[in-house]
């Protein structure tokens, strides 16, 4: 029998795209689907456009639930899930009619824990760039095991750091949920996702088209919330360091380039976030110097780390000529 595979969407106010998404789920190749829609306590007319979707399609479920976050959204469709595989798609973005398809042919074929494909991330105003370019033709793929996956991801490659664009194996989640935090749940439950997995494939057709624009949580200008990233990446060395000193060098790029990134972003408002800066000043001067002897940092954070050294008013002062 096909193995039914459970497409979770968390839903918080997205009516302007909620149909095109809804839309390219009900077209894709594979038909085996259930498509979960979690309406996390909408203001607009998304719970109204669930709605309507259910009463046209059998294989829609609409679960309205009080304002709770996206985490817990996703959390309650994998609790609400029936199918063989899990799979996830933000209400705001879009798939290609292969995107379930494509994942499932390789799952199936080389029995890995996980899949990934590529995306495209696209502008309001048509603008697109995918982000995994490579020399490989479409449809082909690579496997490598879930440490090597969560090595690449944490130094910026093969794979981005979102829960979608992948698909898995039931049991992955068996244990797994996402974190009620404000920003980086994606990244820091695909840490744990990939150390689950024993393989993983990468399939480099582009079939996730991921929305930009002004209304996104990561557009949001409360950069408080984004200080999250900061004590994910504090928690996850602690783990490397106690489970996995494999991925030491690896979690230190990740945790320098959210310092250096969310600093960027604290750095013009000393008062609100006196507490917050001097964390990250602290981490900073902790671990640059293993990413400054790591050959797999990039050029632009070991040169952030190298002018640290000055102090960060010498860094400020070089990223605005630079900006």
């Not at 059998?58 to 639930?65: A, D, E, G, R, S």
């Not at 209400?91 to 029995?111: H, L, P, Q």
């Not at 130094?155 to 992948?166: D, I, M, N, R, W």
Request: charged share 25%; aromatic share 14%; hydrophobic share 35%.
């Amino acid at each position: 029998m096909t193995p039914l595979i459970s497409i979770i969407i968390p839903i918080y106010n997205t009516a302007k795209y909620l149909s095109k998404c809804i839309d390219s789920l009900l077209d894709q190749s594979y038909k085996n689907t259930e498509i979960i829609l979690v309406n996390d306590g909408s203001t607009d007319e998304s719970g109204k456009i669930c709605d309507e979707y259910a009463a046209l399609h059998k294989n829609i479920k609409v679960i309205h639930k009080a304002n709770a976050g996206v985490s817990q959204a996703r959390n309650t469709g994998i609790e609400n899930a029936t199918g063989d595989y899990l799979c996830f798609v933000d209400g705001d973005d879009y798939v290609t009619s292969n995107y379930i398809g494509d994942m499932f042919d390789v799952a199936k074929k080389e029995a890995v824990d996980i899949v990934t494909c590529n995306q495209i991330k696209i502008w309001d105003d048509g603008r697109k760039i995918e982000l995994f370019e490579n020399n490989m033709q479409l449809n082909e793929y690579f496997i490598i095991s879930g440490i090597e996956t969560l090595a690449d991801m944490l130094y910026g490659k093969t794979c981005f750091a979102t829960c979608c664009c992948k698909l898995y194996k039931r049991h992955i989640f068996d244990t797994i949920r996402f974190p009620s935090i404000s920003m980086g749940e994606d990244s820091y439950t695909m840490y744990y996702c990939f150390l689950k997995a024993k393989s993983v494939a990468h399939l480099r057709s582009p079939n996730y088209y991921y929305l930009q624009h002004a209304e996104s949580a990561m557009h949001n200008p409360a950069y408080d919330k984004f200080y999250d990233y900061i004590l994910l990446s504090d928690n996850f060395i602690k783990t490397v360091n106690d489970k996995y000193p494999e991925l030491f060098l690896p979690a230190v790029n990740r945790l320098i380039e959210n310092n250096f990134w969310v600093y960027m972003k604290m750095r013009t408002d000393t008062q609100r976030y006196s507490s917050q800066l001097n964390h990250i000043k602290r981490n900073i001067k902790k671990y640059r110097k293993y990413a400054l002897k790591d050959k797999n940092v990039c050029f632009r954070t070991r040169m952030a780390c190298l002018i640290s050294y000055g102090g960060m008013k010498l860094v400020d002062f070089i990223y605005d000529i630079k900006k």
